[in-house]
């Protein structure tokens, strides 16, 4: 059983379009989070919600819109994509608590823009 | 604000032969340190944490990394690494209280037959 997967897995696409990604987990977690991993493999947290609820933004362009319909789901939409977008973006989970603060990460989605 | 340093980018190591992955961190409250390793074309994966409590902690792949918080180093180490042991390792340090993870620029381990 996958705990969080991520679709799609390869996102090639031109300039100035409008793509999704979307992110699931069964772990039951109430906290999810979206990362971006550029060409020299720096992560970066994006995103967070925990319980549908935005508390992480960081200093994002707002062409890229989190979207979480409820607790298992957070989506990535970002509109006008441009070259610089191109990267690897990781979903990510965690329970928060006091007794761990372990992130479960999905398996990525290379998006490419041409 | 925190942040997180790995000095290393890449580090090539001879088969059965011991690594060290250094990893430094600086924040102004108390912190939670982890250690997460990428294979190739993969997610992240948690490969050991430190919270609180004992200052050394293992893995069960053999590595282990210990807590110094004068020196503020959360150095990795392993005494012998195999082939599977190739991947990129990432450190990272969240502050108590806050999930948001910081992330170092990753060491990229290489393993020579």
């Known amino acids: 059983d996958t705990a969080v997967s991520q679709t799609p897995k390869y996102l090639v696409t031109q300039m100035g379009n409008d793509k999704s990604i979307k992110c699931e987990q069964n772990l039951g977690h109430d906290t999810m989070y979206w990362y971006k991993q550029d060409s020299k493999k720096f992560l970066k947290i994006m995103f967070s919600y925990n319980n549908k609820e935005l508390i992480i933004n960081e200093t994002v362009p707002n062409r890229f819109s989190p979207k979480s319909p409820d607790k298992a789901h957070l989506n990535l939409h970002i509109n006008s994509l441009e070259l610089g977008d191109s990267a690897v973006y990781f979903c990510?989970?965690?329970?928060?608590?006091?007794?761990?603060?372990?992130?479960?990460f999905g398996p990525g989605t290379r998006l490419t823009v041409t | 604000a925190q942040s997180v340093t790995q000095l290393d980018s890449q580090v090539p190591v001879f088969e059965e032969a011991p690594v060290e992955l250094r990893c430094n961190y600086s924040s102004s409250v108390s912190v939670y340190l982890f250690w997460y390793v990428q294979y190739p074309n993969q997610g992240l994966q948690l490969l050991l944490k430190y919270l609180s409590g004992s200052t050394l902690v293992e893995s069960i792949n053999g590595f282990e990394a210990e807590f110094n918080k004068s020196q503020t180093s959360f150095h990795l180490r392993k005494p012998s690494v195999h082939i599977s042991d190739t991947a990129e390792y990432f450190c990272?340090?969240?502050?108590?209280?806050?999930?948001?993870?910081?992330f170092g620029t990753g060491t990229r381990l290489t393993i020579i037959p």
């Open positions: 990272a340090v969240s502050n108590f209280g806050n999930e948001k993870l910081t």
């Open positions: 990510a989970s965690s329970q928060l608590d006091r007794s761990s603060y372990e992130q479960y």
